[in-house]
Antibody
């Protein structure tokens, strides 16, 4: 059974860096695209970006200057770093797995999400 | 950038059919995926590649995609179907989600 578990601080100070980790179990991290998606309170889903072990990555243009997504294959983890955070970055952050091997595939497995609040 | 448009809300009586739309420029040439999200929970895939259902998703959920509109149809709506529904495509700029539709079961 494939499982994704997000972890990281629930509170980050404004202007600092948000760092989250998604630990993958039940499947090889080499085989799929891995995504980060966030959801601000009461709002819809927003893609942050994705990565593949081949080196392919893509970031939301609105966040590109502040985002880095990386893989640690030895730990089977996907990491997210978001710099210079503001209150607008307060959200639930999800990691999600592509269902197959194409970047356009659906997300068939999601983590439970982790809430991150930005304090002033 | 590519945009997906979903009506903010749809209401339907139990036992009736709910039709949720997702509009986008020539969306018919893209693969559209749909997610259900209940309050406080992570999204769940209910339809992928326009019209396929993951295992465990009832046959009441179906999808279609043509022209500028993709559609998620929920037949014989039940109280448990009340949730937000999001459409998703991949575009050259990356992953795109619609704004979501709140399905209310009257």
């Amino acid at each position: 059974q494939v499982q994704l578990q997000e972890s990281g601080p629930g509170l980050v100070k404004a202007s600092e860096t948000l760092s989250l980790t998604c630990t993958v179990s039940g499947v090889s991290i080499h085989d799929y695209y891995w995504n980060w998606v966030r959801q601000t309170p009461g709002k819809g889903l927003e893609s942050i970006g994705y990565i593949h072990h081949s080196g392919t990555s893509n970031y939301n243009p609105s966040l590109r200057s502040r985002v880095t997504i990386s893989l640690d294959t030895s730990k089977s983890q996907v990491s997210l770093k978001l710099t210079s955070v503001t209150a607008a970055d307060t959200a639930v952050y999800y990691c999600a797995k592509n269902s197959a091997y194409n970047v356009a595939d659906s997300f068939d497995v999601w983590g439970q999400g982790t809430m991150v609040a930005v304090s002033s | 950038s590519y945009e997906l448009t979903q009506p903010p809300s749809v209401s339907v009586a139990p036992g009736q059919t709910a039709t949720l739309t997702c509009g986008g420029s020539n969306i018919g040439i893209k693969s559209v995926h749909w997610y259900q999200q209940r309050p406080g929970q992570a999204p769940v895939l209910v339809v992928y590649d326009d019209s396929d259902r993951p295992s465990g998703i009832p046959e009441r959920f179906s999808g279609s995609n043509s022209g500028h509109t993709a559609t998620l149809t929920i037949s014989r709506v039940e109280a448990g179907d009340e949730a937000h529904y999001y459409c998703h495509v991949w575009d050259t700029v990356g992953v795109v989600f619609g704004g979501g539709t709140k399905l209310t079961v009257l």
